[in-house]
């Protein structure tokens, strides 16, 4: 049963305009999100993170959104450049995952110029 | 330095081979993992180490051995793996395990 779900699997968007990635999660338990962005052949980069306490966390072009009554957060990237193409996950922890990070599946985000 | 750091970043090993993967951060984080992934998949967590003591194994087959030889290292020994084994194999190192964690490049292991 997945925890954490990406059900978009890619994402095409035009360059300069936003790009929203969508996750949802099943267990209300989690009390952290994170996403993460993945280029081929290379490890995760963390990107940003939301702690349940708060609804909206801002860093530069990216921000991310928490509902928690939706059990669903978003990550809005503004504006999109080219080199935001690349395999973004969504990732959640809390007490009952012992803290360890359950993920989405991901989302493939293509910029297009 | 926010760098966690992994070789070797290719590796190519028969199936009776013995290798090592290596991982080192200076972060002063105390929480170290493994974790493999396999191509559009999310990254599979295999073992945790919290203050270099094996805290999670995620069942993982004993051809895998991690090791934690101080408090910036971590190792994953390799023996007689299969070829399904092949996959990207990733490290990343957390302050606490809650919280951000930040990954290696990884290794590219293909087993032949």
């Known amino acids: 049963d997945q925890q954490v779900k990406q059900n978009s699997p890619s994402l095409s968007v035009q360059e300069g305009r936003i790009s929203i990635l969508n996750c949802d999660y099943t267990n209300s338990m989690f009390d952290y999100f994170l996403w993460y962005k993945k280029y081929p052949a290379e490890g995760p980069t963390f990107l940003i993170s939301?702690?349940?306490i708060k609804d909206k966390n801002e860093d530069g072009r990216f921000t991310v959104f928490l509902n928690k009554s939706a059990k669903h957060l978003s990550l809005h990237i503004v504006p999109s450049q080219p080199g935001d193409s690349a395999v973004y996950f969504c990732?959640?922890?809390?007490?009952?995952?012992?803290?360890?990070?359950?993920w989405g599946a991901g989302t493939k985000l293509i910029i297009k110029p | 330095d926010t760098e966690v750091t992994q070789t070797p970043k290719h590796l190519v090993m028969g199936m009776t081979n013995k290798k090592s993967l290596k991982c080192e951060q200076h972060m002063g984080h105390r929480a170290m993992y493994w974790y493999k992934q396999k191509a559009k998949k999310p990254p599979e967590l295999m073992f945790v180490?919290?203050?270099?003591?094996?805290?999670i194994n995620e069942s993982v087959p004993s051809r895998f051995s991690p090791e934690c030889p101080n408090s910036s290292l971590l190792n994953l020994h390799l023996h007689a793996l299969q070829p399904e084994d092949s996959a990207l194999y990733l490290c990343?190192?957390?302050?606490?395990?809650?919280?951000?964690?930040?990954f290696g490049q990884g290794t590219r292991l293909t087993v032949v």
């Open positions: 939301i702690s349940s």
């Open positions: 990732a959640a922890s809390g007490l009952d995952s012992n803290y360890q990070l359950i």
């Open positions: 180490y919290s203050y270099e003591k094996l805290s």
């Open positions: 990343a190192s957390s302050a606490l395990t809650a919280g951000e964690a930040f």
